[in-house]
């Protein structure tokens, strides 16, 4: 019994770290129509940056976020700006191809800076912390930051999306983006809002991310197919949804190592095929009129 | 003496196709100019071109002495023109309520703003909006539907407000009753120019008429003085 509670509980926690992989994703490719093939490079990207302002500054992981979070920012609205602002959005194919195009461009210029070895970002004793979160089930202090942190950056991304004027606009162009422009919506501020938005997303992601685990410049397509899954298992536009996606892979992903360690990634992609299976729309997609 | 809105000797092209020619328009403060003219005539492409959605080939739109020519749509909304689209262009993901905010979001306003324009004063002119605020907006009527339109454009608090066809597909009593509320609004100043192929409806709401055909003004005039047999000659360029 104890070992079900606690494969339960150790998958939700590692969940929060796929649902954090995932919400960027689920925000730009529900409002922008932006396949972002290159989203888990980005996420790699940002924890070479932590990697760069440790190794230079001397700057704790976790200390850093606010930073990188505002370096991330520029960052999207740049990236904006100056590519997908030109990239035609009549089909998601072109812009599909320019994330793949940089996908391939920050690997390789991140293989050339770093090189091939894996790294990690070491946060000090925070690391090996644990609590009794219930008799004889430990639970480390790390992974239940990383859980809280996804949950609030839920609840800060809702309170955005349907409590703002530009949470408004940005569902108004998700819907549709002619009318939006028809009637004197600013879309392409719309547009470098929404990706500098992303971009904070996969900066908090990329560092939790680099000081849980190892990461390589080839890790982004891994955290990509995560990122995915999580995203479509809960549904599209289902920011919850995302979370309880990430959870579903998570306990997955610790139930398949019980079993035997090379089946840990496996048994999430395994999961993830049988929902698609029953739910093809995922577990809480946003209803269509 | 300037004109609050002026059109002046505009051509658009739409590639090699000739939209509009030469046109020249005005509107002032407080009046209801109706622009008449069949399907095709270029009624909407006049539309676009003033709210920057089709830039003009050449000639200019001048709004309060201010040329607005190629601007963008935002912009030109930000400035004092709003728009109630053709086919009113409802948000179905937004509430009735967050459609009618989603304009003082386009116009850069606030809470706080001091614009007249409040959901109080929406409410008070369409009853009924207030009852189904919170309603998907594509829930509601034809009629309703039109009524968010309008109040999402009267909520950037604009100057001059374009209403391209909103009588299309709706019941004379409906038309009638968003009409009674436009001539309202246009007592305390507002400027609206009214797009409609229903030709004696836009006559009798407006206080001046241009009728359109093939892309130029055919005729214009005071709608009180409209000769019924030369405004159908005008619009559809022959007598029928």
């Keep these: 019994m104890t070992i079900i509670l606690d494969t339960i509980i150790q998958g939700s926690l590692l969940g929060g770290l796929f ?73 998601p194919l072109p812009s599909m191809l320019v ?48 859980f809280a942190t996804a949950i609030i950056l839920i609840l800060i991304l809702q309170a955005i999306i349907y409590r703002t004027g530009f949470g408004r606009q940005i569902r108004a162009v998700s819907d549709n983006e002619e009318n939006a422009r028809m009637i004197g919506i600013d879309t392409p501020k719309i547009f470098r809002k929404a990706f500098a ?17 190892n990461f390589t410049p080839a890790s982004g397509p891994t955290l990509l197919l995560f990122a995915f899954e999580a995203v479509i298992i809960g549904g599209m536009g289902s920011l919850w949804g995302t979370l309880v996606g990430g959870i579903v ?11 035997d360690a090379g089946f840990q990634t496996l048994a999430g992609h395994a999961v993830f095929l049988l929902i698609l299976v029953f739910y093809p729309s995922g577990l809480f997609a946003k209803q269509e009129d | 003496m300037t004109n609050l809105l002026q059109v002046c000797d505009l051509t658009l092209h739409y590639g090699k196709f000739l939209a509009l020619k030469d046109i020249n328009i005005h509107i002032e403060a407080g009046e209801i100019v109706a622009v008449i003219g069949a399907n095709g005539a270029g009624k909407s492409s006049l539309i676009k071109a003033i709210t920057g959605l089709a830039p003009p080939s050449s000639g200019s739109v001048l709004f309060e002495g201010k040329n607005l020519t190629n ?34 979001d386009v116009a850069g306003l606030t809470d706080n703003s001091g614009s007249p324009w409040t959901l109080e004063r929406i409410y008070d002119l369409f009853p009924v909006l207030e009852e189904k605020r919170k309603l998907s907006g594509t829930q509601l009527s034809g009629g309703q539907q039109q009524m968010i339109a309008i109040s999402r454009a009267l909520m950037t608090n604009p100057r001059v407000l374009l209403c391209d066809e909103i009588s299309l597909g709706l019941a004379p009593t409906i038309i009638n009753q968003l009409y009674d509320q436009l001539r309202l609004l246009v007592k305390e100043g507002l ?34 003085d409209a000769d019924e047999e030369a405004v159908i000659r005008a619009y559809f360029g022959r007598s029928v």
């Design chain 1, 19 to 91: 649902a954090l992989y995932a919400l960027g994703l689920s925000l730009i490719f529900g409002v922008m129509r932006i396949v972002n093939i290159a989203h888990g490079d980005f996420i790699v990207v940002i924890a070479y940056v932590g990697l760069v302002l440790m190794q230079t500054l001397g700057l704790h992981p976790l200390i850093s976020i606010p930073l990188v979070i505002v370096m991330a920012a520029a960052l999207g609205w740049i990236l904006q700006a100056v590519l997908f602002d030109f990239v035609p959005n009549i089909d």
């Design chain 1, 99 to 146: 994330a793949f195009g940089l996908q391939i461009i920050i690997q390789n210029t991140l293989l050339l800076g770093f090189g091939a070895d894996p790294k990690k970002l070491s946060a000090g004793p925070i690391e090996v912390m644990s609590i009794e979160l219930l008799p004889d089930i430990f639970v480390g202090v790390l992974p239940l930051i990383i």
């Design chain 1, 197 to 213: 938005l992303v971009l904070v997303t996969i900066a908090i992601s990329g560092l939790l991310m680099a000081v849980k685990g």
């Design chain 1, 249 to 259: 892979i998570g306990i997955a992903h610790v139930a398949g190592a019980q079993i």
């Design chain 2, 71 to 104: 601007s963008q749509t935002s912009s030109v909304v930000r400035a004092g023109i709003a728009v109630v689209p053709e086919g009113r262009r409802i948000f179905p993901s937004l509430s009735v309520e967050e459609n009618i905010l989603m304009g003082r």
């Design chain 2, 191 to 224: 400027a609206v120019l009214i797009v409609e192929q229903a030709m004696r409806t836009a006559l009798s709401v407006s206080s001046r008429y241009y009728c359109m055909l093939e892309g130029q003004i055919s005729l214009s005039g005071l709608s009180s």
